[in-house]
């Protein structure tokens, strides 16, 4: 190992070693100074966890050690609801960069309970704490602190911008036409427009849509933009004036959305770069610009916009914003949908299918798009039908089952299995003959399965005698659905299947069918030595019998690593009487992962009389165990947990403290520590 | 927002992380966990906490481990990606060896070479640049964490995908069409190893300071810190001095390794190894 790295481990061993209070301490605050930011981050960590905020808080006044004060206020923030009284105190601090980090940190920590003591320091002489406490205030979401703030954005130019960020992140109605008159002379204009964009308030559009036409540069429209799609809602009088205003000015506003729809416009954020391919890179979906040109385009009727509207609908990125949105403002496409269904670009076809809201009145319209030259839209039209249960395309549907292939034959299916039972019994039943290829049998059956039909039980049932494991299983599936003995010897039987996979699924099958002989045949697989018990021990905690508790014990002292595992989620789930000592026992056990398991389902059976076995399991040197204390003393709701939470919150691991302070933020907010 | 447990995902992500030195955390996690779903329902397990017990103790824990691996590699590359790299071989790195390489071969690693696509557009640069017909030799190592990859790229029969920047005359020179797929020539193929090999515990010896060149491009952006600074380090261990390792466009060593110089020629960023680096 060079040189170098090796003293690092050996600092950070430092850290992590015991060693007496008070050496450890003097070795915390040496490290939060440390050259090396990886031995500050770990003592930042520890810092956090042991020592008090009273003695890290004179660190924040320290103006010659700028990495030291930056490590303590980590801490103290990294410290959340049990720093907040020590740093609700530094508020009166006389020296005002003490106060102005004081607010730095309550506003991390949202210490929404401070906000009385954070809009007093709106009154302090120093210009620095002011904004650090507008900040805060914004973070905390003080909305008393609104009016105050409405002021502040007459005053000198750093608290306007910083009160400006503040009433955005509070969002109040009440500050957006104070925003809009910012509106685009000032200082503030572009974050007082991203503002109006968080607070989203009707009342702004109309002056956002004045102010749209009078913007001449990208810079500015993008924003506008932006700001007035969020205060546009549904049944607006304003949505028909911004439809026609903007449909009238086709060199200017028009011209812009149709480039932002056309992904001309740049600024938009880049999406996942590892996910897309280069030459694809940012343009997946449509990025919050698009969205927001979009909605303009839908909500204010431009029809001539929305062929490249319903063009980002050809992905699931696209499809997952657009359609809502199409919901949204229903009927938004209602004049343009014959138009869209065929339109020369495959894509606008494709996305018209896709978002549109279609009724059976396109009927005709999707049919004909059955027998379209694209593939792609053959399968969108298949989609389409299945919602709309238009039986009158089932012979199309068939035909294509039988005839096409992949997402075409695939989207056939999926529609057909939206049709009434009724529909299908009457053709359906040449699909599942044994002479059928296995590709329109394996569909087939799934369509039978989502339908719910039982027409053809018979089939089904000879069908789970087919030689393809993959029929196997999708016959079961339906022989699940089915009722009575028949059905349930069926599936008995089908555990003794030589395919692995088929014995899975069936087990499955069987956990959520709990009835008749499934129990006692379930409890007679236990005895099998072999890698199906792994299942069956998983299937008997699923269906959660009483009976199953006391085997599955017995069953533990000779079981596998992995089924022990499985013994103790599944007596969990069981939660009989003795299951609680059962799990505290294994907590004995060395292996660590049993103890977590034993953790987790002491976790969910947890009562008030457990706190004790939490408040030890807090202690627990393994990280999982600690989050499953922390997980249980969420659910207790006793005023006892709050000390032992507050530890939790401040643990080294990330996930400990960020599931204690979730269990912490649930409390009634009087229970917090008081502000000064 | 995610809808997996914390603490499962961090026993998946640590497990990714410590078994091949890959950090999916950020934006990436919707990426693993987007490739995981599917192999959670077909071993019918529920959740992500199920999927670890799985991989840690059940008895089919080292086969699960190799699916995972493909599952969590499946990137895809094309041909001819990033082409300058190519150019910089054949114009900066080849000339002053010219003289070695009259009584050796050209040694290269080409480390996450997924399905060969990488290694092969080096190939047809070398065949193209008529370096065969001067008497010069290479040998090209290629290795994937996806053992499937690797199957792949030793058939090189390829997906019309990989071919999106090969124009017309590029893919009837060196490519025999097959039905939908494209077949690499052979006279493309020559001098090309592949071998499955896990980068963050390579097991595969592949000798010292024997490479002239290392491409290891769009991978790195995947390892944590840790086995960033561990594999870059092996990276020097595995290069001739002076060698040079080719990392993609977004991936650089600047300021992290001192064994490493940093070199921008003619618009291409490189990394050559220090005479001093051990």
Known sequence: ?676 | MSEVAEADWKLIADFVRERFGLSFEGARRDILEARLRSRLCDLHLHTFREYYHYLSFHPARDAETSELSRRITNNETYFFREPHHFAFILNQVIPPLHSVLRTRPLRVLSAGCSSGEEPYSLVVNLVDSGLELQGYRWEIDACDLNATRIEQARKALYEPGSLRVCDDEVRQRCFIRSGERFQLKDRYRKGVNFFQSNLATPTVGLGWAGYDVIMCRNMLIYFHDDAFLSLIGHFSRLLLPGGYLLLGHSESLVDRMPAFEPLFLNGTMAYRRTQEAT
């Open chain 1, 1 to 676: 190992m060079p040189r170098a790295a090796s003293a690092l481990t050996a600092r950070l061993n430092a850290l992590a070693s015991p060693a007496d209070h008070a050496l450890r301490e003097a070795e915390i605050f040496s490290a939060l100074e440390d050259e090396s930011p990886a031995v500050r981050d770990v003592a930042i960590a520890w810092a956090a966890r042991c020592i008090e905020p009273a003695r890290l808080a004179p660190l924040v006044g320290s103006p010659d050690n700028a990495v030291l004060r930056n490590a303590a206020l980590a801490a103290l923030t990294r410290q959340g609801p049990y720093a907040i009284q020590h740093v609700g105190g530094m508020l009166e601090d006389p020296d005002p960069d003490v106060v102005m980090f004081a607010c730095q940190i309550l506003g991390e920590i949202k210490a929404v309970e401070c906000w009385p003591a954070l809009l007093r320091l709106l009154k302090h002489e120093q210009v620095n704490v002011v904004q650090a406490a507008i900040e805060a205030l914004g973070r905390v979401r003080a909305r008393d602190a609104v009016p105050r703030l409405i002021e502040i954005l007459g005053e000198e130019p750093w608290l306007q911008l910083a009160a400006t960020d503040a009433l955005g992140e509070i969002g109040d109605p009440l500050a957006a036409p104070v925003l809009v008159g910012l509106v685009p002379e000032s200082f503030v204009t572009i974050p007082a427009l991203e503002a109006l964009r968080k607070i989203g308030a009707p009342e702004a559009a109309e002056p956002l849509l004045t102010l749209l036409f009078r913007s001449d540069t990208v810079e500015l429209r993008s924003p506008i933009v932006l700001a007035l799609a969020a205060s546009l809602h549904p049944g607006m009088p304003l949505l028909e004036r911004v439809g026609r205003r903007i449909d009238a000015d086709r060199d200017g506003i028009w011209r812009y959305l149709a480039a932002v729809l056309q992904g001309e416009v740049s600024g938009e954020e880049p999406l996942d770069p590892l996910n897309a391919t280069d030459d694809r890179r940012g343009t997946r979906g449509g990025g919050p610009l698009v969205r927001a040109a979009a909605t303009l385009a839908l909500s204010g009727g431009l029809e001539s916009l929305h062929p490249w509207v319903v063009r980002w609908g050809v992905d699931r990125e696209g499809v997952a914003w657009l359609r809502p949105l199409v919901r949204r403002f229903h009927g938004c496409l209602r004049a343009t949908l014959g138009s869209l269904l065929a339109h020369p670009d495959v894509r606008v076809r494709q996305g018209a299918l896709e978002v549109g809201e279609l009724t059976l009145d396109d009927l005709s319209r999707i049919n004909g798009l059955l027998r379209d030259e694209s593939e792609q839209i053959r399968a969108a039209a298949c989609r389409a039908l299945g919602p709309l249960k238009a039986v009158e395309a089932i012979p199309d549907l068939l035909q294509m089952l039988q005839d096409s292939t992949g997402q075409e034959r695939d989207a056939a299916a999926a529609a057909l299995a939206h049709m009434p039972a009724q529909a299908l019994e009457l053709s359906f039943a040449p699909f599942l003959q044994s002479d059928v290829d296995e590709g329109v049998r394996l569909r087939a059956v799934r369509v039978v399965e989502h339908s719910g039909c039982r027409a053809f039980d018979p089939e089904i049932l000879e069908m789970a005698h087919a030689e393809s494991a993959a029929l196997r299983r999708a016959a079961f599936r339906v022989v699940a659905q089915m009722d009575g003995s028949r059905a349930e010897v069926a599936l008995l039987r089908a555990l003794a299947d030589p395919e692995e996979s088929v014995q899975t699924e069936v087990l499955d099958l069987l956990a959520k069918r709990p009835g008749g002989r499934t129990l006692a045949t379930l409890l007679a697989l236990l005895n099998t030595n072999d890698s199906l018990r792994y299942h069956v021990i998983r299937a008997l905690g699923r269906l959660g019998a009483a009976q199953a508790a006391a085997p599955l014990q017995t069953l533990y002292g000779s079981a596998l690593l992995h089924e022990k595992i499985e013994i103790l989620a599944a007596l969990a789930n069981i939660a009989s009487t003795g299951t609680v000592e059962f799990l505290r026992q294994r907590l004995e056990e060395s292996q660590v992962e049993i103890r977590r398991v034993a953790a987790q389902g002491l976790a969910d059976l947890a009562g008030p009389s457990d706190l004790p076995l939490f408040s030890a399991l807090a202690e627990d040197p393994d990280w999982a165990i600690r989050n499953e204390a922390a997980r249980a003393l969420g659910r207790l709701r006793v005023p006892e947990r709050r000390p032992l939470l507050l530890v939790l919150a401040r643990d080294l691991e990330p996930v400990v403290a960020r599931t204690a302070l979730a269990a912490l933020s649930g409390e009634p907010e009087g229970a917090a520590s008081a502000p000064a």
